[in-house]
């Protein structure tokens, strides 16, 4: 399988092209300083403007699917990092005619009744209230306006560095998963990757989180 990845020299997008390349799959890493790439074998490497289409259109050629572990540092003001940047994907995916996505955003983008008090209360008003609200509009861009793209969007519990767990990851459609609330980035690169291998995520958005 041949894939693209943005957000590669993150902590969580570095298990995913690792796992990849694990996998035998043809990565294609899409990034704007390649010199933050740790040295692994197996990776093609494309210079890129994550907000240019033109360029992720070049790099998005003969692939099969895209993911995207694209984050940014929390803000106290407005961003637009996650929208703008998916705008541009999926116009460089539709140029290249690459219909899958697996994209990662976060639990609890949206606030409703009966998510948990600590993000609702603490996380979102003091550290990662901006970026949830972008990574909704981005959500919603993809609801609403990318109907032509099989996306699945992937919306793990608070990330940790630890390896890979033996648990259960489970998955459900929704804000949050009744799980526990930190999952090893490894165990969230190994699921988006599986995402890739079946239909049954196709066109949703699912929370997932290790079983408790």
């Not at 943005?6 to 799959?25: C, D, H, K, M, N």
């Not at 494309?46 to 993911?67: P, R």
């Not at 969007?153 to 767990?165: D, M, Y």
Request: charged letters at 20%.
């Amino acid at each position: 399988m041949k894939i693209a990845v943005l957000g590669a020299t993150g902590p969580s997008g570095l298990q995913v092209i690792e796992q990849a390349v694990q996998r035998g799959f043809e990565v294609t890493v899409c990034i704007r300083n390649p010199q933050k790439l740790p040295n692994l074998n197996g990776l093609q490497i494309a210079k890129v403007d994550i907000m240019n289409a033109d360029e992720l259109e070049t790099a998005f050629q003969g692939k099969d699917a895209v993911i995207s572990c694209l984050g940014t540092t929390p803000s106290l003001r407005k961003m637009t990092f996650y929208e703008t940047s998916m705008q541009a994907i999926v116009e460089a995916m539709r140029r290249a005619k690459l219909t899958r996505l697996i994209v990662m955003t976060a639990w609890c983008t949206v606030s409703q009744p009966g998510n948990p008090k600590f993000i609702e209360y603490f996380l979102k008003p003091l550290i990662i209230g901006r970026n949830l609200d972008s990574m909704a509009r981005m959500e919603d861009f993809l609801f609403n306006k990318a109907a032509d793209i099989n996306y699945t969007i992937v919306r793990p519990s608070g990330l940790t560095k630890e390896p890979l767990a033996e648990k259960i990851v489970i998955a459900v459609e929704g804000q949050f998963a009744p799980t526990g609330s930190r999952t090893p980035r490894a165990n969230v690169a190994k699921f988006m990757l599986d995402c890739l291998q079946t239909n049954q995520y196709d066109r949703k958005a699912v929370a997932i989180g290790l079983e408790a």
